[in-house]
């Protein structure tokens, strides 16, 4: 079992920048992905930003390019670099982790983008 705990966001205006941190309860090193998903009012979850163990990275299409997902094993750490953020980027962003085929959830942080 692991306890995800999401920081970073906040109000930002467009164009801005924030970096989500979700701090894990234990090691990660063991774990299989961590991920980024956010969930606007209205609309359903979506999925961000993906890492595996190896540090292979994906990203959503409207993230590309801007967002960047990285994981510091020795802080049990797992980081969302948000750049250039837009006022659809609004949303609670969620962290995730894959151990052993069960999937634990932050509580998410919110983050607000202005125009």
């Known amino acids: 079992q692991v306890q995800l705990v999401e920081s970073g966001g906040g109000l930002v205006q467009a164009g801005g920048s924030l970096r989500l941190s979700c701090a894990a309860s234990?090691?990660?090193?063991?774990?299989?992905?961590m991920t980024w998903s956010r969930q606007a009012p209205g609309k359903q979850r979506e999925l961000v930003a993906i890492i595996t163990s190896d540090g292979t990275t994906n990203y959503g299409d409207s993230v590309k390019g801007r967002f960047t997902i990285s994981r510091d094993n020795a802080k049990n750490t797992l980081y969302l670099e948000m750049d250039n953020l837009k006022p659809e980027d609004t949303a609670a962003y969620y962290c995730?982790?894959?151990?052993?085929?069960?999937?634990?959830w932050g509580q998410g942080t919110q983050v607000t983008v202005s125009s």
């Open positions: 234990r090691s990660i090193d063991s774990f299989n992905t």
């Open positions: 995730a982790a894959t151990i052993s085929g069960r999937r634990y």
